[in-house]
């Protein structure tokens, strides 16, 4: 088993594939991202930058929210997301650009410069770069950023013989989590409103090949990387193959929260 690097995802059509499935066996029939775009008016957005852009899986969504006049600026680190990433952005808004570059806690943008800007199940991975985001921005502009429960996966992992605890990819996930991103949000924005969307997967004996094949693309990111291990690894998918066949259905929490982020405390 390949180790795919943290937090990037290996292809655009294992990424579809991915989601595909996460859709499929989700509990909660409604997108996520429609659930964050509810009752927001993005009319009036000319500049709209998304961090940790990825293939464009956000911006996919606001394509009649926003103006045909505007334009979309993606940063990711990873160049191989460009195409896919500039193909999205340009069928959701007038132009698209797309910068490579590695975030931590500086954005090589002028002051107030976006009308919006979009972290979506990125931010953990920079969390330094809020008060950035709120310097960016501009006084009436918004922040719409999406994350994970640390929760997810946990009861899964437990009966299957890996501590959460250990796994690398929670550890990421602290540093902007459903749970505590509100609060980090809170210090550099006046208005923070939390929308949790509740989610679970539920899988049947008979759904094993979709089931094995969502653990088979998380499983790399859980491992720290040092120590990933495919003969655990393989060892962890038969014992998920075998909790799966003896039992009703297993279900996978998957709750996340949407944070809409507004009035900028950046001076
Ligand atoms: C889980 S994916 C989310 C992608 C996309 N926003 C979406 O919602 O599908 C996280 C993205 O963040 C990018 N990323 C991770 N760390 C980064 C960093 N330090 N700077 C810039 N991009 C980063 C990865 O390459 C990946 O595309």
Known sequence: MDRPCLGAYTEPAVHEAISHIIRRYSTNRSDVRHEALQGIDLTGVARLLDLGCGFGFMVDALADALPPDSEIVGVDVHPTNRE??????????????????????????????????IASYSLYYFPGVIPEV??????????????????????????IGFAPRQSEFRSVLLEFSAENGGAKL????????????????????????????????????????????????????????????SSDHVIIEKDDTVFISKEPLSL
């Open 186 to 245: 809170a210090e550099h924005f006046a208005t923070v409103e939390s929308r949790p969307y509740h989610n679970r997967l539920v899988f049947c004996p008979e759904d094993l090949d979709d089931f094995l094949a969502l653990l088979r693309f998380k499983l790399p990111s859980l491992m720290p990387a040092q120590t990933f291990d495919p003969d655990r690894a393989t060892q962890l998918l038969e014992r998920a193959r075998d909790l799966l066949m």
């Open 134 to 159: 709120a310097r960016v921005l501009k006084p009436d502009g918004l922040f719409l950023s999406l994350t994970h429960s640390e929760s997810q996966f946990e009861c899964l992992l437990e009966a």
């Open 84 to 117: 896919v990433f500039l193909t999205r952005a340009e069928a959701a808004a007038g132009s698209a650009r797309f910068v490579c570059r590695r975030l931590d806690s500086h954005l090589d943008f002028p002051r107030r410069s976006f009308d919006a800007v």
